[in-house]
């Protein structure tokens, strides 16, 4: 093999190894799935729009959420602020009224979080994260009028 082979070879092997470690790189930073489909349908539709048609004075909303609609835009009011999150480029946030109704179903039904993943169309993780958070908010909220000795731990 002559000294021209050997640098025509090592050349090549140095390319394709370079080729392979980029397209690695690539597929790392690149998403193949950003969210399922039965998510993307919030998008579509009115994201809400089961909460919305209870709260229209529909007789279900007290029944689906185990509290009046006065006291849930009052309870929104005071938290609303407080668990809404900052819209991104990224994706669309849950808004205040959904989030406050996600625990509330779960603590009024015992839901599983699978459950409340399918009548909310929003994922099982999120809901993972948004439960505690708005219970902890509802707590600190209402302290001054209600007296809670139990210390949340998740």
């Not at 790189?25 to 039965?38: A, D, E, H």
Request: glycine share 2%; net charge positive.
């Amino acid at each position: 093999m002559s000294d021209e082979d050997i640098i025509i070879t090592s050349a090549a092997f140095v390319f394709t190894s370079l080729v392979s470690r980029l397209k690695k790189n690539k597929s790392i930073q690149r998403r193949r799935w950003w969210q399922r489909t039965i998510f993307e349908s919030r998008r579509r539709y009115n994201r809400n729009d089961l909460l919305n048609d209870l709260r229209l004075e529909h007789p279900g909303f007290k029944n689906f959420i185990r509290m009046s609609k006065r006291d849930f835009e009052s309870l929104l009011e005071v938290i609303g602020p407080k668990i809404g999150k900052d819209i991104t480029h990224l994706r669309e946030t849950i808004p205040p009224n959904v989030r406050l109704a996600v625990p509330l179903r779960f603590l009024a039904t015992g839901d599983s979080y699978t459950s409340l993943m399918y009548l909310f169309k929003i994922s099982k993780q999120l809901i993972f994260n948004i439960v505690p958070e708005v219970c902890e908010t509802i707590v600190d909220a209402l302290k001054l009028y209600v007296q809670v000795n139990i210390k949340l731990e998740y």
